[in-house]
């Protein structure tokens, strides 16, 4: 669905009774002008995307991207792509995701991406279990927008083979993780800019760390992001690394654990800046 002019983007609303299978192909809602892009409803019993399978929201004008909501007792994305971007001045959309199990593998994608002036999208995800297997999760700034934000609500989050979660902007995002796994990365940065570094939340009864990096950086002017640890059982091992550090002129930031027990072997805390004041 595309609209062109000054009008709101269409809506499309797919509600399956058993499987949708979308492989090789792609369904989008986009506007080119300065309308709203519409929303993008799929709702099935388990959604199968594979093979460059690509589900958008999109606008390339002055209006904001569109919203992508998916409803299922199982997602599967294999190498497939859930995204909402703007490309012009508006602001990046919404993706909402409320699934029992999420199976992310092979290099798949759920993003929330602005590449101008506008404001950071939102990546919503609700589940029992989500397993991000070699695979990213997003919601980037690329210009010069407030950050997005990433929330997870779940049992249990499992993020493997150097699966990646980020939030990047000129002034940081926001992050929600409640577990995080082996060989993995969650990556909050602020951009070359004078926007503080992000938050990242970690807010779990039990949390494991293992060979994986959790950061809330800064590169610009800005100050150092921040860590926030709550549960009752912290394990860091592996060359795992917590790490708020302010690289330019900005003060560091700071890691906050609130945690009953902690087992750190090999692995590093960090709150530092390079430039800046401490």
Known sequence: VLATGSGLGGDIDIDVVE??????????????????GGIL????DRILLANEAN????SVGAGNAGTVELASRQLVLDNAFITTDAWGS???GRVDIDVGDIDISNNSLIASTVAGSGLGGTVDLVFDTLDLDGSTIEARVLG????G??????QTLNLTAEANVDVSAFDGGVLDVRQIGPDSTVLVDAAD???AGALVEIAVTDILVDNSTVEANVFGTGSGGSIEVVGQSLVLRNAATLSSTAQGSGAGGYVLLEVADVDITNATITAEAISGGG
């Open 149 to 154: 934000v990433i929330s997870f609500m779940g």
């Open 55 to 58: 589900v958008v929201g999109r």
């Open 144 to 147: 010069s927008g407030a950050g």
């Open 193 to 195: 800019g004078g926007g």
């Open 41 to 44: 409803e799929l709702a099935a």
């Open 90 to 92: 508006g602001n990046a």
């Open 19 to 36: 499987d949708f299978v979308l492989d090789q192909s792609f369904i989008t809602v986009r506007t080119q002008g300065p309308g709203n």
